[in-house]
């Protein structure tokens, strides 16, 4: 149950595209599309941005978008407003009913 | 709205047990399986054990197998989390989340357990 790899930071300047890698293994997001990701801001709770590898959640911007390939998954986000800067968090079901997160990434909006 | 609200936590001696509370509203909470995911302080987000519908059938990390419990009160709209032989390293912020699509979606404002002598 190792955590996935994630950048510590990634940073671009307002209307600029930023993406966000998530890499785990065959066992996990190689093997399953049960990958999510997660928006946290400072003392608040995770909010779903999307799951499925690709699905946005009702309300979520479509400047959020998400991929795979092969054990690698990524978030982008399009449009950088200033309000997305906070943490993100990549997630995988890793099999024998477990889940595995990311390290986190932190986004920083110049 | 979903709303799910987490108590319980607080400074317990290493060694010791604590009994961790969410309750559920705003969504049928028999219907849906329930996470506690775990964050110590600064760190990032941890998955620490999933509980089915009816409570029949839990999952936990490895490293916390054998010393924390989960369960559920359906009647209650109740997820509960049993924490024992608590460690210096199970210091963290404990949020539960609802299961949708074998992942978590909403999740609570979290409860803060403190593992030090």
């Known amino acids: 149950q190792s955590a996935l790899t994630q950048p510590r930071s990634v940073s671009g300047s307002p209307g600029q595209s930023v993406a966000i890698s998530c890499t785990g293994t065959?066992?996990?997001?190689?093997?399953?599309?049960?990958v999510s990701w997660y928006q946290q801001h400072p003392g608040k709770a995770p909010k779903l941005m999307i799951y499925d590898v690709s699905v946005r959640p009702s309300g979520v911007p479509d400047r959020f978008s998400g991929s795979k390939s092969g054990n690698t998954a990524s978030l982008t986000i399009s449009g950088l407003q200033a309000e997305d800067e906070a943490d993100y968090y990549c997630?995988?079901?890793?099999?024998?009913?477990?889940?595995?997160f990311g390290g986190g990434t932190k986004l920083t909006v110049l | 709205e979903v709303q799910l609200v987490e108590s319980g936590g607080g400074l317990v001696q290493p060694g010791g047990s604590l009994r961790l509370s969410c309750a559920a509203s705003g969504f049928t909470f028999r219907n849906h399986w329930m996470y506690w995911v775990r964050q110590a302080p600064g760190k990032g987000l941890v998955w620490v054990s999933r509980?089915?519908?009816?409570?029949?059938?839990?999952s936990y990390a490895d490293s916390v197998k054998g010393r924390f419990t989960v369960s559920r009160d359906n009647a209650r709209n109740t997820l509960y989390l049993q924490m024992d032989s608590l460690r210096d390293e199970d210091t963290a912020v404990y949020y539960c989340?609802?299961?949708?699509?074998?992942?978590?979606?909403?999740w609570g404002q979290g409860t803060l357990v403190i593992v030090s002598s």
């Open positions: 509980i089915k519908t009816d409570g029949s059938f839990t």
């Open positions: 989340a609802r299961d949708y699509a074998s992942i978590p979606d909403y």
């Open positions: 997630c995988s079901y890793a099999g024998s009913q477990s889940w595995v």
């Open positions: 065959s066992s996990d997001v190689g093997s399953y599309n049960f």
